[in-house]
């Protein structure tokens, strides 16, 4: 047998008892020059009838049952029908059609009797484009490894035809590929290597004892984290139905840029502040905005010494972070200076005690955000935390597909009670796409999101004289 790791296995068993837990991406695509009307029915032909070697990622699937005493195992299709794998839509209404589409594809599950992914090659869009939503089970591939992935069957090249679709295999490295960018996975991957990331288990409880300590002077005398159960309680918190809303925008870099440098932050501050401004714009309006500061648990990526070698598959660890995002406050450059005091602090705590201790120290704030909504009488007073927001590296030059220019990249990340709104931002050559997801009973018009964000990061080049 070949069981699956105890976290995730323990997601399998989360996801039988509330909701789907898969990531996703989309890719928006023109056509080539001189294109006909059938280019899309022949890409699609074409995926259908490819006989190229499956990725062994994309072949694998979790079985549970009387024969494996209840464990959870991988098992490997002997065969993969890529008809079920691979579909076809076409959609009507504009973008809001298209991304009502797209919710209503990540709100269903995958099927666990085979490999646990899908594809969706999506025409109908506008001035004939067309789109390409694929999405994979967490357990089966994590959010950078599935963009390289992705990235990977795409080409610099917008002469190359024929090209092999995104789940065949590769032959390349893969040992730098265990990464992630969602909240499960960055609390997973220390975890499962929670041996090697202290000298002893006395050095261990060392880190989480003075790193809980000093996460609470941070707080008291900093004001640059939180307590635990530091974060009010908002909507955002609550459990999900069975519907999901998705909604998606790109800012150019060159904006961004421009108040990083006159704000002298960093670009992540910058996207971190407009989606806190968002947020507090779209509570404000329904006159539901905390007196008390918003909290978003965001990834740290940190290479500690213990693990510095080439090799190793945890090279890059994660520690998180909880950011106060300066909703209770109605300057923009001064929410913006918040954010980037915490997150320069929560860089300098994870790098100093290790990833694994910061994520023991957060233990409780994550679970007072995805268990106690499971509870039938769960207090809706404090929470420990309210979004995850996450910053995703995406392909630095243009990319097409077979000919096909892709115009924009977009994640579609997990959501489940608790943390019923997920933010995460990808960069894609000289571009950021944005990419909102949550239960649409807790944000049913999302699409508002995205013209708040811009309102967002016109007010920081306003107040900084930047971009005008």
């Not at 699609?44 to 009838?49: C, K, N, S, V």
């Not at 960055?186 to 989480?208: F, Q």
């Not at 590296?393 to 009670?417: F, K, L, M």
């Amino acid at each position: 047998m070949n069981p699956l790791d105890p976290l995730d296995a323990a997601m399998m068993t989360a996801e039988m008892l509330s909701n789907p837990m898969h990531v996703g991406a989309v890719l928006m695509l023109s056509p080539p020059p001189g294109a006909g009307p059938e280019y899309v029915d022949e890409l699609y032909r074409e995926t259908q009838a490819g006989n190229d070697p499956i990725d062994p990622r994309l072949r694998r699937y979790p079985h549970q049952g009387l024969d494996t005493g209840g464990i959870w195992v991988w098992r490997d299709a002997d065969t993969v029908d890529i008809g079920q794998h691979c579909q076809r839509r076409t959609v009507s209404g504009g973008g809001a059609g298209f991304w009502r589409l797209i919710a209503e594809l990540d709100a269903e599950r995958l099927e666990r009797s085979r490999p646990m992914w899908m594809s969706y090659l999506i025409d109908g869009l506008e001035d004939g484009r067309f789109a390409f939503y694929i999405k994979v089970h967490h357990t089966v591939i994590d959010g950078v490894a599935g963009f390289k992935m992705i990235a990977e069957a795409l080409s610099t090249d917008a002469d190359r035809r024929s090209m092999p679709p995104f789940y065949a295999e590769h032959h390349r490295e893969r040992a730098a590929t265990a990464t992630s960018t969602s909240l499960l996975h960055r609390l997973a991957a220390p975890l499962r290597t929670l041996v090697g990331t202290a000298a002893s288990g006395v050095g261990l409880v060392n880190h989480v004892v003075t790193g809980e300590i000093s996460t609470i002077l941070d707080s008291l005398i900093g004001h640059t984290t939180v307590l635990p159960f530091g974060a009010p309680y908002t909507r955002f918190n609550g459990r999900l139905g069975p519907e999901r809303a998705v909604a998606a925008g790109s800012w150019p870099k060159t904006r961004i840029q421009a108040v990083q440098h006159g704000a002298q932050v960093t670009g992540n501050d910058v996207v971190t502040a407009m989606v806190a401004g968002a947020l507090r714009r779209w509570l404000l309006d329904r006159g539901e905005l905390p007196k008390q500061s918003l909290v978003a648990a965001c990834p740290i990526t940190v290479r500690g010494h213990e693990h510095a070698r080439a090799d190793d598959e945890h090279g890059n660890m994660f520690g998180l972070w909880l950011c106060p995002l300066g909703t209770d406050i109605d300057d923009p450059l001064a929410r913006l200076d918040t954010i980037h005091r915490s997150m320069s602090q929560g860089k300098h705590w994870v790098a100093k005690r290790g990833s694994a201790a910061s994520l023991l120290t957060v233990a409780g704030s994550i679970a007072a955000t995805v268990v106690f909504p499971l509870l039938p009488l769960s207090p809706k007073i404090r929470t420990g935390y309210n979004v995850p927001i996450s910053h995703v590296p995406g392909p630095r030059a243009e990319r097409y597909w077979n000919g096909a220019h892709v115009d924009e990249i977009y994640p579609v990340s997990t959501v489940y009670d608790g943390q019923a709104l997920n933010v995460t931002t990808c960069s894609y050559a000289d571009q950021i796409g944005f990419g909102y997801v949550a239960g649409r009973e807790i944000v049913p018009d999302i699409d508002k999101l995205i013209a708040l964000t811009e309102q967002c990061l016109t007010e920081l080049e306003a107040a900084l004289g930047v971009g005008i």
